[in-house]
């Protein structure tokens, strides 16, 4: 097997929303391939700490982070000139910023996430970071790679989600009515699904410039959902579990270097086959 092409030496990625679960490992997977990684994300004290965690494991490695909001042209451009006049163009771009409400042992989804409730403003909110924020960082990114004519790769950050329909009653909750239990709202959906039109949009614009684009999509990822949840969500897929968190890495190394260098437009599904039941 010849893995000099998972080699990603003197390339430069740039992960959006890096200082989440998901961001942090994309990032691992890149530094592990040998690639330059450039950490952005809107919260300061996480995206520091998501610096921190990764210097540990690869503490000789070129590691960068920066503000930057998905949401604002102004503050992408400003990265991207911090960026250029640090001699590190982006080889490589992982729209990963997402607003994602989580099911944990502390919390729950909200009954203001069902759709007869769901506030225009959250909508907006959602839409803005999750697809909005994808479009701009493309633009921008994707733009300064086919200047450059020697190719690159965006890959979006999708989900399970993006082709089959979220299963509500993994969400219910014993003694609440109808009315108030709590869903997956429609913003994650509509978003998820955005971006895998996005996805072969962007395959096919920048043709000759040898730029390639694909989304991955990944399922549930166990962290510290409560055990019911679980139990349910693992019997609607074929594997019968949820997903480690580093089972996808192998599969960003894969999407981002020349180990894929024929696959555009491409929606890699890794979900244990739920969607295929």
């Known amino acids: 097997m010849n893995t000099n092409n998972f080699n990603l030496k003197g390339k430069t990625a740039l992960i959006t929303g890096s200082s989440g679960l998901l961001g942090v490992q994309h990032a691992s997977a890149l530094l592990d391939c040998g690639a330059n990684v450039v ?15 990764l210097l540990k494991q690869f503490p000789s490695s070129s590691l ?13 451009q400003n990265v991207n000139i911090n960026l250029l006049s640090d001699n590190l163009p982006i080889n490589i771009l992982i729209n990963n910023a997402a607003i994602n409400p989580k099911i944990d042992k502390e ?10 409730d769901f506030s225009i403003d959250e909508w907006n909110r959602e839409i803005a970071v999750g697809l ?12 300064e790679m086919a200047k450059r004519k020697n190719g690159g790769c965006i ?11 979220p299963d509500q009653r993994i969400y219910m909750q014993e003694g609440v009515k109808d009315d108030y239990q ?18 072969k949009y962007l395959a096919t614009y920048w043709l000759g410039s040898n730029i390639r684009c ?8 166990y962290t510290s959902q409560p055990d019911d949840f679980v139990v349910k969500l693992s019997t609607l897929i074929p594997l ?38």
């Open 240 to 277: 019968g579990r949820m997903a480690k968190k580093e089972e996808y890495k192998s599969a960003i190394q894969f999407l981002c270097s020349e180990a894929s260098s024929y696959m555009n437009g491409h929606n890699l599904i890794m979900d244990g086959g739920r969607s295929i039941w």
């Open 214 to 221: 694909n989304s991955l999509s990944p399922g549930g990822i």
């Open 182 to 199: 709590p869903v997956k709202p429609i913003t994650y959906s509509v978003i998820k699904s955005g971006l895998i039109g996005m996805t």
């Open 155 to 165: 890959l979006n950050i999708a989900s399970d989600l993006s082709v089959i329909s």
């Open 39 to 53: 950490l952005t994300d809107v919260d300061l004290v996480n995206l520091n700490k998501a610096k921190d965690l």
């Open 64 to 76: 960068y982070s920066y503000i930057m909001d998905v949401t604002c042209e102004e503050s992408i």
């Open 107 to 116: 919390s729950n989804l909200k009954s203001s996430s069902r759709l007869e």
């Open 132 to 143: 909005t924020g994808a479009f701009l960082c493309s633009k921008k990114f994707g733009t």
